[in-house]
């Protein structure tokens, strides 16, 4: 499996929380830069979070204080979890990889995950 594999989108009501997934098989998993990014039909891929390999994580502004990337390299796992959600979160949400280095920007992903549904409603 060389791609990463997504799991726990589904409907909530806006102030509610989602805990979103990743896994992936690679047996450098710690190498790589993590990130979840996000679409919505006729919009650009945008990123939402991202984890470097020494910690290091990015938020986009739209999910600060309220979105929390996080990584198990033990179990080459990521998480996403989501509070307080918007409506304008309801999307389809992406595990993403780069090996080393930044991974918060749609070009410099070398893998994506298939995606898992997330809808907001108010």
């Known amino acids: 499996q060389v791609h990463p594999v997504e799991s726990g989108g589904g409907s909530v009501q806006a102030g509610g929380s989602l805990r979103l997934s990743c896994v992936a098989s690679?047996?450098?998993?710690?190498?790589?830069?993590m990130a979840w990014f996000r679409q919505t039909p006729g919009k650009e891929r945008e990123g939402v979070a991202s984890?470097?390999?020494?910690?290091?994580?990015t938020y986009a502004d739209s999910v600060k204080g309220r979105f929390t990337i996080s990584r198990d390299n033990a179990q080459k796992s990521l998480t996403l979890q989501m509070n307080s959600l918007e409506p304008e979160d309801t999307a389809m949400y992406y595990c993403?990889?780069?090996?080393?280095?930044?991974?918060?920007?749609?070009?410099?992903?070398?893998?994506w995950g298939q995606g898992t549904q997330v809808t907001v409603s108010s």
């Open positions: 690679w047996r450098s998993y710690s190498n790589y830069c």
């Open positions: 984890i470097e390999t020494g910690g290091t994580t």
């Open positions: 993403a990889a780069r090996l080393f280095g930044r991974c918060n920007t749609r070009s410099l992903i070398n893998y």
